[in-house]
């Protein structure tokens, strides 16, 4: 069974400092990995789409890494921001299905 | 580019009745949507993947005679959830997909069935 899990399920951090979220996929036979952003009550935006063939993707203070053998995925934070406060979600793409993790939420204290 | 709407964006219903939620691609032509369902502090969860002109495909225990999916056109499907009742309410996501490259999410719609 495809399953993809997100640690921590919350995290709450000062303002500035640099943090790392975790997922993890059982199945290593992934198209590609995505990681997003949902805010309460909202949809989600795309933070980072990393290939298959692909080691890490960066978008501004974000980083993501993938890391296919091992099955493990982390999303970077940079000098984190109050805005950054939201849920983050890891969701992995076998065939044309995205599996997603149950997100990390995250806060950051002003 | 590639923003998906829905609509509505929220709707509370009783218990009974059938709602439709409707998913837009406004800027390509989707060949495929998504719906999925996002329960309190879950993940979103597939239920069903629909291709412009042909059936959906259901996820297992999903049941097509209650969630009826529809894309009749490459910039549209709609989901009618028939009967509700009060477990049904939920966050439904959908996203589109142009020859399953990257999915675009729409923003949600939230259903509360009293």
């Known amino acids: 069974k495809q399953e993809v899990t997100q640690i921590p399920a919350a995290l709450s951090v000062p303002e500035g400092e640099n943090l790392v979220l975790n997922c993890s996929f059982t199945?290593?036979?992934?198209?590609?990995l995505q990681w997003f952003r949902q805010d309460p009550g909202k949809g989600l935006t795309s933070l980072l789409l990393?290939?298959?063939?692909?080691r890490e993707q960066t978008s501004g203070r974000l980083n993501a890494s993938l890391d296919k053998s091992s099955g493990r995925s982390t999303l970077y934070i940079a000098a984190s921001q109050p805005g950054d406060s939201a849920t983050y979600l890891c969701?992995?793409?076998?065939?044309?299905?995205?599996?997603f993790g149950a997100g990390t939420i995250l806060r950051v204290k002003s | 580019g590639a923003v998906v709407s829905q609509h509505p964006s929220r709707v509370i219903c009783k218990s009974g009745t059938s709602v439709k939620i409707e998913c837009r691609s406004l800027?390509?032509?989707?060949?495929?949507m998504f719906w999925y369902r996002q329960f309190p502090k879950q993940s979103l969860m597939l239920m069903a993947t629909?291709?412009?002109?042909?059936?959906?495909?259901?996820e297992q225990g999903v049941e097509k005679d209650k969630f009826l999916i529809n894309h009749a056109s490459l910039t549209l499907s709609t989901l009618t959830v028939t009967s509700a009742h009060p477990e049904d309410s939920s966050f439904y996501i959908c996203?589109?997909?142009?020859?399953?490259?990257?999915?675009?999410f729409g923003p949600g719609t939230r259903l509360t069935v009293l």
């Open positions: 996203s589109a997909t142009q020859r399953y490259n990257e999915q675009f």
């Open positions: 199945d290593s036979a992934i198209y590609n």
């Open positions: 990393i290939q298959s063939s692909q």
């Open positions: 969701a992995v793409e076998y065939g044309n299905k995205l599996v």
């Open positions: 800027d390509f032509q989707a060949t495929t």
């Open positions: 629909s291709n412009e002109g042909s059936k959906a495909t259901y």
